[in-house]
């Protein structure tokens, strides 16, 4: 099975210049893959963005609790986008990751796909001695995720996935500054909080240390080969 991955950090980026660029690697790989080429393409991009919110497909669009002029004011793009989930915020200090491959190269299904990128960030929060959790209600990472009081997401996820070739993915709050998160529902969540790496630990942490750290971790339990960028 072809396990090669191209790697390509893209820095801080605007969420519409990543999700077209996201669009174009997507065609390519199913383009190959339809081609049955032995050598398909596949990629994992890391960035950061600019302040956004995003309304997944299956987004309610009451879960914005401010008006889109505000947003406007405040420099916050808003996308209506093709990922699974409802609304979530990306910005500045949040690592996200985007893997485009070919689940069956993988061996694997959506589910256990979704199962693994929960894996890769409860495994990157280790070192940091955070303890990840899953909740079977909802996608994504949590911290005390058993206890309603308590329960706060650290990192959301929303896939697509078409004719098994992904794209969108995880976004880790790392320094996030979390008031952001105070004018939406979080993935449609009214009764949990957020947290971050840095709020956890009460102190701000090396991103660039994170980021080397998740993109091991995603070498380690998918079994990718990385291979220099395209």
Same mark, same amino acid.
């Given at each position: @099975?072809?396990?090669?991955?191209? +790697?390509?950090?893209l820095? %801080?980026?605007? #969420?519409?210049e990543?999700?077209?660029?996201?669009?174009?690697? +997507?065609?390519?790989v199913?383009?190959?893959?339809?081609?049955?080429?032995?050598?398909?393409?596949? /990629?994992?991009? /890391?960035?950061?963005?600019?302040?956004?919110?995003?309304?997944?497909?299956?987004?309610?669009?009451?879960?914005l609790?401010?008006?889109?002029?505000?947003?406007?004011?405040?420099?916050? $793009?808003l996308?209506?986008?093709?990922?699974?989930?409802?609304?979530?915020?990306?910005?500045?200090?949040?690592?996200?990751? #985007?893997?485009?491959?070919?689940l069956?190269?993988?061996?694997?299904?959506?589910?256990? #796909?979704?199962?693994?990128l929960?894996?890769?960030?409860?495994?990157?929060?280790?070192?940091?001695?955070?303890?990840?959790?899953?909740?079977?209600?909802?996608?994504?990472?949590?911290? $005390?995720?058993?206890?309603?009081?308590?329960?706060?997401?650290?990192?959301?996820?929303?896939? %697509?996935?078409?004719? /098994?070739?992904?794209m969108?993915?995880?976004?880790?709050?790392?320094?996030?500054?979390?008031?952001?998160?105070?004018?939406?529902?979080?993935?449609?969540?009214? $009764?949990?909080?957020?947290?971050?790496?840095?709020k956890?630990?009460?102190?701000?942490? $090396? +991103?660039?240390?994170?980021?080397?750290? @998740?993109?091991?971790? /995603?070498?380690?339990? +998918?079994?990718?080969?990385?291979v220099?960028?395209?």
């Open positions: @099975m072809n396990k090669k991955v191209a +790697f390509e950090n820095g %801080r980026i605007r #969420y519409k990543a999700w077209d660029y996201q669009e174009r690697l +997507f065609e390519t199913i383009k190959e893959k339809l081609e049955k080429r032995e050598e398909q393409k596949q /990629f994992l991009l /890391f960035c950061e963005h600019e302040h956004v919110y995003t309304l997944g497909k299956s987004g309610n669009k009451q879960n609790l401010i008006a889109r002029h505000i947003c406007e004011s405040r420099n916050i $793009d996308h209506e986008i093709d990922r699974g989930g409802d609304i979530t915020y990306h910005g500045p200090g949040q690592l996200v990751a #985007y893997p485009i491959i070919d069956e190269a993988f061996g694997l299904g959506i589910k256990k #796909y979704i199962s693994l929960e894996d890769v960030v409860i495994e990157t929060l280790k070192p940091y001695g955070i303890r990840g959790e899953k909740d079977e209600r909802a996608m994504g990472v949590w911290i $005390d995720a058993g206890n309603p009081a308590k329960a706060r997401k650290i990192c959301a996820i929303g896939v %697509r996935a078409s004719r /098994f070739v992904t969108h993915g995880l976004a880790l709050n790392v320094n996030s500054d979390l008031s952001y998160f105070d004018y939406i529902n979080p993935c449609g969540f009214t $009764d949990r909080g957020v947290t971050s790496l840095q956890e630990l009460g102190e701000a942490v $090396d +991103f660039e240390e994170v980021s080397k750290e @998740m993109k091991a971790t /995603f070498v380690q339990l +998918f079994g990718m080969e990385i220099p960028e395209h």
